[in-house]
């Protein structure tokens, strides 16, 4: 079990740019969280998918950010227009069905830096 | 809202001793989760051990425990005869038991030196 896969490991972007972070859940997983790690703190929590379903999105910001996860595929993280303050660690977890009090398996994390 | 809160942004431990790290959180819910979660430099999220809030016995896996104290609201981490290996960052998160959000604490910078 490769466990919960995050690609890229860095990615940098110039401002105003795209970018796209993919998350591959554990096998047999079928929720997907996403959470955002500011330098110095701790993760908060952005949106939380199955399926073809945005769950709870609470946590994103309203512009710039959206999240799916498809049938077929990795879940995906884009953030348009990127700006200096999007730069963060961003963590991907999953858990299979019902079982999110066993606080999930995070993958290693994308590090995006915007310059 | 739930709040979690560490208090101390680093510690310090001599290989071979213990060290306790604390966390306290405020909820209204009766059912909820609690959990550390170590962070070595590598940034991968390592969950360390984890408490069920109905259950009165304190959670242990292998050097790690707890000390749960739920009327305080208290989940403090206890590392026995620490290892070169036990430093990173450790995060304490809590989840209700309705929801599917971890809330996590802001960490303690754990060093563990010779």
């Known amino acids: 079990n490769a466990g919960v896969m995050q690609n890229p490991r860095h990615l940098v972007r110039r401002r105003g740019q795209e970018a796209r972070l993919r998350c591959s859940p554990m096998?047999?997983?079928?929720?997907v969280y996403w959470y955002r790690q500011l330098p110095e703190e701790g993760l908060k929590f952005m949106v939380y998918l199955q399926k073809e379903n945005i769950i709870d999105e609470s946590g994103m910001p309203k512009e710039r950010f959206s999240a799916e996860f498809p049938k077929e595929g990795p879940s995906i993280l884009r953030i348009q227009q990127v700006v200096r303050g999007d730069s963060a660690a961003y963590f991907c977890?999953?858990?299979?069905?019902?079982?999110?009090?066993?606080?999930?398996?995070f993958g290693s994390g994308t590090r995006l830096t915007v310059v | 809202a739930q709040t979690v809160t560490q208090s101390q942004p680093e510690m310090s431990v001599q290989e071979a001793e213990t060290v306790t790290l604390s966390c306290t959180y405020d909820t209204s819910e009766n059912n909820y989760y609690l959990f550390w979660y170590k962070q070595p430099p590598s940034r991968q999220m390592i969950l360390v051990i984890r408490?069920?809030?109905?259950?009165?016995q304190n959670a242990t896996e292998n050097r790690f425990s707890v000390n749960f104290q739920k009327a305080a609201k208290s989940f403090s981490l206890k590392i026995s005869d620490s290892q070169l290996g036990d430093t990173a960052m450790y995060f304490c998160?809590?989840?209700?038991?309705?929801?599917?959000?971890?809330?996590f604490g802001t960490g303690t910078r754990l060093q563990v030196t010779l």
């Open positions: 096998k047999g997983h079928s929720h």
């Open positions: 998160a809590f989840i209700p038991g309705t929801a599917s959000k971890l809330t």
């Open positions: 977890a999953s858990s299979p069905r019902d079982s999110t009090n066993y606080g999930y398996t």
């Open positions: 408490q069920e809030a109905y259950k009165q």
